[in-house]
Structure formats: structure tokens, C-alpha cells
């Protein structure tokens, strides 16, 4: 049974890294295009040093920091998405990084690193708020009561509650 779930946890492994190989080489495609349309360096290389992290972590096989790095990717993809018209504002993606990154700590208990990324969350939150449009404020309002909730659940150290309100 032990050798079976040793060679399962390997065959995922195996597959993750072709998945990342090939994040590799379609990173390798745009990132001149992404440079040809003004992207900022900082923004290249952030991604890039996330990619390969999460090249190191894979490598590793290390479940759980493979996910951080993962999510660590979806924090700079906005930087990219902010070249071209949108209907969406980018900073919704950074929400959506930021969410997942505290239901991550939390998993692990890591409240204080949860409560950092809270922080993060406002500020991105503040500065995508005045873009939405004023049509989405049933959206806009269920969104601030859900970040309530999920601010109120990390405070009380409560995972299961921030697994479910990061949703």
C-alpha cells in the first residue's frame, strides 16, 4: 500500500512537471511580446523568480510550498493583464491571489503571516473598489461583508471558518 501511494504521489509529481515545463515555455513566448508592450521589468522578473520557485518546489515535491508558489504566480500575472483593455480590473486577480494565500497559511496556522496578507487584501481592495462600476454595488457589497467575515475568522484563528469565507 505504502509503495503504491509512493508511486501515485510520483506519477502526480511527474505530471505537475510537465505542466510547469510548459508554463515555462509559454512564458518563453510572451515575454517578449509582454516587453514589446511596455510591461515593467520589476513585472518580469518577479514572475520569472515565482516560476522558477515554483520549478524548485515541484522539483522537490513538496506539496503544500508548491501551492504557495503556485498562487505566488497569480499575484503578478495582473501586472501583464494591466497592458491591455479589460472589462475587468486586474486587481481582482490580486484579491483572488491574496484570498487563497491566507487560506494557505491558515492551513498550516500561520495566523501572523495571514494577518500580513489581510493587510495586502484592504489595500488592493481600497484601490479596486472606485473602478467597479456602480451597477455591480449588490457585488460590490455582498464582496466587503464576505472580506468582514473572512478579516473576523483569521483574527479569531479559526481555519475551517477561513476555508470557508476565503471562498
Same mark, same amino acid.
Given at each position: ?18 505542466? $510547469?515545463?510548459?508554463?515555462? #515555455? %509559454?512564458? =518563453? @513566448? ?5 516587453? *514589446?508592450?511596455? +510591461?515593467? !521589468?520589476?513585472? $518580469?522578473?518577479?514572475?520569472? #523568480? %515565482?516560476? =522558477? @520557485? ?5 522539483? *522537490?515535491?513538496? +506539496?503544500? !510550498? ?102
Amino acid at each position: 500500500l505504502k509503495l503504491k501511494l509512493e508511486q501515485d504521489k510520483y506519477k502526480k509529481f511527474e505530471s505537475i512537471k510537465k505542466d $510547469v515545463l510548459g508554463l515555462h #515555455s %509559454a512564458w =518563453n @513566448s510572451y515575454e517578449a511580446k509582454a516587453i *514589446a508592450d511596455f +510591461a515593467m !521589468q520589476t513585472a $518580469v522578473n518577479d514572475f520569472e #523568480s %515565482a516560476l =522558477n @520557485s515554483l520549478t524548485k518546489t515541484v522539483e *522537490a515535491q513538496d +506539496a503544500y !510550498q508548491s501551492l504557495l508558489e503556485v498562487n505566488q504566480l497569480y499575484k503578478y500575472l495582473p501586472d501583464f493583464y494591466m497592458l491591455y483593455e479589460s472589462k475587468v480590473p486586474p486587481d481582482l486577480d490580486r484579491l483572488r491571489f491574496a484570498a487563497k494565500k491566507i487560506q494557505l497559511l491558515c492551513e498550516k496556522q500561520d495566523f501572523t503571516g495571514a494577518n500580513d496578507v489581510l493587510l495586502y487584501f484592504e489595500n488592493i481592495w481600497m484601490a479596486a473598489r472606485p473602478k467597479l462600476k456602480s451597477n455591480n454595488a449588490e457585488i460590490v457589497s455582498k464582496f466587503e461583508f464576505a472580506f468582514a467575515d473572512l478579516k473576523n475568522s483569521v483574527i479569531a484563528k479559526n481555519g475551517m471558518i477561513v476555508e470557508a469565507k476565503a471562498e
